[in-house]
């Protein structure tokens, strides 16, 4: 007799995780199947953020940002460090041990809320209603589908985890190369270039776009090329990939933006030019479930599939592959499951980079009103300016607001500086809200904070700032 159950969740990420524990506490029998394991063969829940992507490229961030303050940043606040040294080793483990607790947390939640899960891969059997899992045959009233997605690999240059890596490798490397290799100058490019640059290898980064961060708002991205440039990572924009040899080395021959032809040779390289959906053994085709032409699970603004109570949500399907997005999704769904009505604003969905200094966004950039013809106003703050960011000692970047015109209503705010991803979420409350520039201006924000930016930036729309 097979297991039946109100929901079955199809793969354990911060998507299905997250919708199996809501779908649990609104009283629907839920079940989560995943694959992911660990060395030992034990289940290591929590999906790609957890396992090899958000998480661990944190940890790492984190680490990699002490040493560097170790050995360039504490000399200016009169601490002197004397035999500074880097125990990779110990490093690499400890970002482990903060994966490790994750795994473990997803499971302990999964237990606390009765989610039965079964550990392996699952794949539709002879229907939709009917999934198969090691043996197993379990009978779901619903599917959520959350099985994310996959690094895109190079024409001819698979990974091998060696030499040439995915973001699994990259966030392994068991000794600081001396010189690294980096294609594509996006998130993973640039949070992982960072990692390695500080940690004492020598990073170049091609990237085929005239410029990079293209999604970010212009002044930002123009800033961060600057910044990142003195930092000491070589970005070459407008490049042309060729061949890719893997010997000892890799040499990555490229048609440069002046179109010369050109070299690299390093001693890795990591590709991070974007990821691809991942419906691999699901036997979609078998149940009819429809995939668009670039292989994600074709889903409505609800996330509904072509088949009836068949959900899928996350890297899986269309928008922004973040793990926040992936999650909104994860409940949202499981409360339409009962009835309820849930509502996400994609467009209030934050963007963070957790490089030196951080990237933050929500809503729309200039560039986008412009192209819109949208009618707004625009002010800016730059952190020099804000007297805790000059106690910290980091002054880099501005926060900048846009405005529309005649409602004063926020469309955009852009953030490049310290703990950028902390202030984002300000903005995404007063978005949500539909808040004016002048409500935030309007707001007491705490003396000396990097909040205090963020006012002063929104009294910049109305040319009101008070500190700059
Ligand atoms: P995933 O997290 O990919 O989880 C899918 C799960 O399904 C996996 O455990 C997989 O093993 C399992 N699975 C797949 N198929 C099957 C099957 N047939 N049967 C059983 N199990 C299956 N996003 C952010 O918001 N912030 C960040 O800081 C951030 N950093 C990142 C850093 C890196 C290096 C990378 C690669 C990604 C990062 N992301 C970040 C993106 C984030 O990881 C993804 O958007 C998020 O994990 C997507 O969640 P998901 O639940 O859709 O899928
Ligand atoms: P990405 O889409 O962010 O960047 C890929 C970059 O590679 C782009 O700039 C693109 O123009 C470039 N590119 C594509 N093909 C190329 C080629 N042949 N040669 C040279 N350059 C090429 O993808 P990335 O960095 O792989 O990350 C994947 C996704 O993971 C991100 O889009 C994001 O959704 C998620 N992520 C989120 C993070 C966060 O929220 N902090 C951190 C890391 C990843």
Request: with cysteine; hydrophobic share 45%.
């Amino acid at each position: 007799m097979a297991d039946t159950f109100d929901v079955v969740v199809i793969g354990g990420g911060p998507g299905g995780y997250v919708a199996a524990i809501r779908a649990a506490q609104l009283g629907l029998k839920t079940a989560c199947i995943d694959e992911a394991k660990v060395s030992d063969g034990k289940p290591a829940l929590g999906g790609t953020c957890t396992n090899v992507g958000c998480i661990p490229s944190k940890a790492l961030l984190q680490s990699s940002e002490y040493y560097e303050h170790a050995g360039h940043g504490f000399a200016d606040h009169g601490i002197k460090v004397k035999g500074l040294d880097l125990d990779l080793s110990t490093m690499l483990k400890r970002k482990e041990k903060v994966v490790k607790s994750s795994n473990d947390g997803v499971l302990y939640l999964f237990k606390k809320n009765k989610i039965q899960f079964f550990h392996g891969r699952g794949s539709f059997g002879k229907s939709p209603n009917e999934l198969l899992v090691g043996g197993q045959t379990l009978q779901a009233k619903h599917v959520i589908i959350a099985t994310g997605s996959n690094p895109r690999a190079l024409p001819g240059a698979d990974f091998d985890e060696k030499l040439i890596l995915s973001n699994t490798g990259a966030l392994a490397i068991p000794d600081v190369p001396k010189r690294l290799g980096v294609i594509g100058a996006g998130v993973i490019g640039l949070e992982m270039g960072s990692v390695w640059r500080r940690l004492g290898a020598d990073v170049t980064i091609l990237e085929a776009l005239p410029a990079f961060l293209g999604a970010a708002d212009e002044a930002v991205s123009k800033e961060a090329a600057k910044i990142f440039s003195k930092q000491g990572l070589k970005i070459e924009v407008g490049v042309k990939v060729g061949r890719i040899e893997a010997r000892k080395t890799v040499k990555v021959q490229y048609t440069a933006a002046d179109n010369s032809s050109k070299t690299l040779d390093v001693d890795k390289l990591i590709v991070s030019i974007g990821r691809v959906p991942n419906t691999e053994g699901l036997n979609a085709a078998g149940v009819g479930l429809k995939v668009d032409d670039r292989g994600f699970i074709a889903v409505d603004g609800e996330c509904r599939t072509n088949l009836p109570n068949v959900w899928a949500i996350g890297d899986v399907v269309r928008g922004p592959m973040l793990a926040h997005k992936a999650e909104e999704e994860g409940v949202a769904v499981a409360e339409r499951i009962v009835g309820q009505k849930p509502h996400i604003d994609f467009n209030t969905v934050p963007w963070v980079i957790y490089t030196a200094p951080e990237i933050a966004w929500v809503g729309e950039t200039e560039q986008q009103l412009k192209a819109r013809g949208a009618d707004y106003r625009a002010g800016s703050f730059p952190f020099m300016a804000n007297a805790r960011a000059r106690a910290i000692g980091d002054t880099s970047g501005f926060v900048k607001f846009l405005a529309d015109a005649k409602t004063d209503q926020i469309l955009g705010v852009h953030i490049i500086g310290p703990f950028a991803g902390e202030l984002i979420a300000e903005a995404v409350v007063a978005m949500e809200f539909r808040g004016s520039s002048e409500d935030i201006g309007m707001i007491c924000h705490a003396h000396p904070s990097l909040s205090e930016a963020m006012k002063d930036a929104a009294l910049a729309v109305d040319k009101r700032s008070i500190n700059f």
